[in-house]
């Protein structure tokens, strides 16, 4: 077999191979653009439900210090005494009376 036969030869099983695997690539390419695309819509899933967990924390913790703000609790203010008026703060919100409250005159 001279040089020019087999060329001839080799290109022609080229053009059969890809004939024959053509289909092949064409399902694995549709596969995986399907895949691709059902990962995005997950991923976007994700980050929607990621964002609501965050806005419902955030909700809570909000409501939580508004709730101790309301019965005396000022993170802002004088600070010296930390603990005890936070949880005074809380017991007041539970609807306990306060460990340390100062005496209130009649």
Do not use: C, H, W
């Not at 092949?24 to 980050?47: C, G, L, N, R």
Request: hydrophobic share 35%.
């Amino acid at each position: 077999m001279n040089l020019k036969q087999f060329s001839s030869l080799a290109a022609s099983a080229g053009m059969a191979l890809s004939l024959t695997l053509s289909p092949t690539f064409q399902a694995y390419a549709a596969a995986t653009d399907a895949a691709a695309s059902d990962s995005v819509t997950s991923k976007e899933e994700m980050k929607a439900q990621k964002k609501a967990e965050r806005k419902a924390r955030r909700e809570k913790k909000n409501a939580e210090l508004s709730k101790l703000e309301k019965n005396g609790y000022n993170p802002a203010g004088n600070q010296t005494n930390y603990p005890q008026n936070l949880q005074n703060a809380q017991r007041k919100a539970a609807g306990q009376k306060p460990a340390n409250a100062p005496a209130v005159a009649p």
